[in-house]
T-cell receptor
């Protein structure tokens, strides 16, 4: 069974631009979560989607948004990029509708903002 | 709100020595508890999980963890560390479906 696939793996943007990251979950997984990982802040929860609905949201500004499609694939978008948005963005999928919380992570998309 | 504390930022052990990584959580009820491992440039991989029942859980790669409710702890152990265990380890709590709270991680260095 294929794992969680994130694209692109690496990207470089400049301040003020916007970026879209994509995540394809494990087949059959309906929950997709996004996390931002930085050396200073660690792993921070961005949001989680289940059956195309945002079910949970972390404490990030509105510049960070996401969506989930009917095939469970998810995208996240960051608008008006700032230097501090440089990070590894991790997507994780989960089989459970609720409860178990076991996450399967992709390898991440490393964003550098110049 | 739930929180996870990993007191040790960095631990160095010799190959073949035993290992214990500490994790304390803050939550009113019994949460779902996890340990993940991250190698450089990789995503996180689940090592083991605790939901209920036996408080000593076994995971992959020879790791185990013990849930102690009285201490709000979920420490990770391995009797004999291998050089390939060098990585960053994260303890996590899930109290709301789809939202996990992670500790800041412990970086493990293994000396030959």
């Amino acid at each position: 069974k294929a794992g969680v696939t994130q694209t692109p793996r690496y990207l470089i943007k400049t301040r003020g631009q916007q970026v879209t990251l994509s995540c394809s979950p494990i087949s059959g997984h309906r929950s997709v979560s996004w996390y931002q990982q930085t050396p200073g802040q660690g792993l921070q929860f961005l949001f989680e989607y289940f059956s195309e609905t945002q079910r949970n949201k972390g404490n990030f500004p509105g510049r960070f948004s996401g969506r989930q499609f009917s095939n469970s694939r998810s995208e996240m978008n960051v608008s008006t990029l700032e230097l501090g948005d440089s990070a590894l963005y991790l997507c994780a999928s989960s089989l459970a509708g609720e409860g178990t919380g076991e996450l399967f992570f992709g390898e991440g998309s490393r964003l550098t903002v110049l | 709100a739930q929180s996870v504390t990993q007191p040790d930022i960095h631990i160095t052990v010799s190959e073949g020595a035993s290992l214990e990584l500490r994790c304390n959580y803050s939550y009113g009820a019994t949460p779902y508890l996890f340990w993940y491992v991250q190698s450089p440039g990789q995503g996180l991989q689940l090592l083991l999980k605790y939901f209920s029942g036996d408080t000593l859980v076994q995971g992959i790669k020879g790791f185990e963890a013990e849930f102690k409710r009285s201490q709000s702890s979920f420490n990770l152990r391995k009797p004999s560390v291998h050089w390939s265990d060098a990585a960053e380890y994260f303890c996590a709590v899930d109290t709301n479906a789809g939202k996990s709270t992670f500790g800041d991680g412990t970086t493990l260095t293994v000396k030959p």
